[in-house]
């Protein structure tokens, strides 16, 4: 395929699942490509080897679904994504942060503890990504994803026998917030998607829509919130305005209060940590305690980057989140001392930059 945007990912990646969902919504032509076989070309490119990563038929390279997407609905020649009153805004894309950087460690443990789902990822990574080593034999292909895939994003995230329930609640709650919101209206903040939605397909299509364990679960829960991934999944531009929510209701409320008590307090010790040198570090969430979790320079960045919109805001906007928005775990958006300053991106060319992974030491290379 020639001139068509290079994509490079996997079929069951979460956060290439969200770059295909906008795609699809918006009949962006792409080639989708393994990642696997083409470490020198986006290093050389990109600077990491990440999914997404992205080619533009123009040779130039973007990564980070987050400021990939911004980048791309900017760009159209249609209503955006992204909501104008600039309270709905804020929340939008503070919901995208929750999906992206919460909704993870749950995905990653039902995907990879759980002996159905683990067979099912490793068998089509080992094909999809491995495919070119046939002199491997498939089950050693298996065997090395499935352990890497544990070891670093399960077990090595904190999930153990102390955490298991919080972290599957983490799941159970996202779909009982979200199915109360999607009995009442076909997008999280009205009859339009915006950010919010896009980030929460990253979850919700290509692990807990797709894994057999996570699937089954939405499914027998959550029905409203599985007929809304398919709606996403099969979503076109109706060319009208969007129609949002005017103020936020209860249902839209009591997800606010989860994604306060559990991302933002995540954002704030993982800052706090970083600011320390620490490599890994403990976190208090919803009273369960986290051990040895890994610090983020990466998720630092993100929480410079909701403080930014946040100090966007005009007084009557503030005003009104701080309304709905718990004291004290969303105190870490408005305090006027930041915990740490992560360096990434000082020029703010994302998603242009050279990209960072999200765990690791995160120096761009």
């Not at 298996?142 to 995230?157: A, Y």
């Not at 089954?216 to 979503?235: C, D, F, G, Q, T």
């Not at 979790?293 to 009104?320: H, N």
């Amino acid at each position: 395929m020639g001139n068509v945007m290079r994509v490079f990912g996997s079929r069951i990646s979460y956060y290439t699942g969200k770059l295909e969902t906008y795609l699809r919504f918006r009949s962006i032509d792409y080639e989708l490509l393994p990642t696997v076989g083409n470490e020198r070309e986006l290093l050389a490119g990109a600077g990491v080897v990440q999914m997404p990563v992205v080619q533009l038929d123009d040779g130039r390279w973007l990564t980070d679904s987050t400021p990939i997407l911004a980048w791309l609905d900017a760009r159209q020649d249609a209503p955006s994504i992204y909501p104008e009153d600039p309270a709905l805004r804020f929340l939008a894309l503070l919901l995208e942060d929750y999906a992206d950087e919460w909704l993870w460690r749950p995905a990653m443990h039902h995907r990879w503890s759980h002996r159905q789902d683990h067979q099912y990822a490793s068998g089509l990574l080992a094909d999809e990504l491995l495919g070119h080593m046939r002199w491997v034999p498939r089950f050693v292909k298996r065997f090395l994803i499935g352990r890497r895939q544990l070891g670093g994003f399960v077990r090595g995230d904190g999930v153990n026998d102390a955490t298991r329930a919080h972290v599957e609640q983490g799941y159970s709650t996202a779909l009982d917030r979200l199915e109360e919101i999607f009995t009442l209206r076909p997008f999280v903040l009205g009859r339009a998607p915006t950010i919010a939605d896009f980030g929460l397909m990253g979850p919700m299509l290509r692990h807990f829509g797709q894994d057999p364990t996570p699937a089954e679960i939405m499914r027998s829960r959550a029905p409203a919130v599985y007929e809304w991934v398919a709606r996403m999944w099969n979503l076109r531009p109706t060319g009208e305005p969007p129609a949002l929510l005017a103020e936020v209701d209860a249902p839209l409320a009591a997800l606010l209060v989860e994604v306060c008590e559990t991302h933002l307090v995540q954002l704030r010790e993982n800052a706090v940590a970083y600011e320390r040198g620490l490599a890994r570090h403990d976190q208090e969430v919803q009273g369960c305690r986290y051990t040895k979790v890994p610090t983020s320079r990466y998720r630092v960045w993100c929480l410079e980057q909701l403080r930014g919109e946040w100090r966007a805001l005009d007084d009557g906007a503030r005003r009104e989140l701080r309304a709905l928005l718990p004291e004290p775990h969303a105190a870490v958006l408005w305090d006027e001392t930041a915990p740490a300053a992560s360096g990434y991106d000082p020029e703010r060319r994302a998603p242009f930059n050279r990209g960072i992974n999200v765990f690791g030491t995160g120096v761009p290379r």
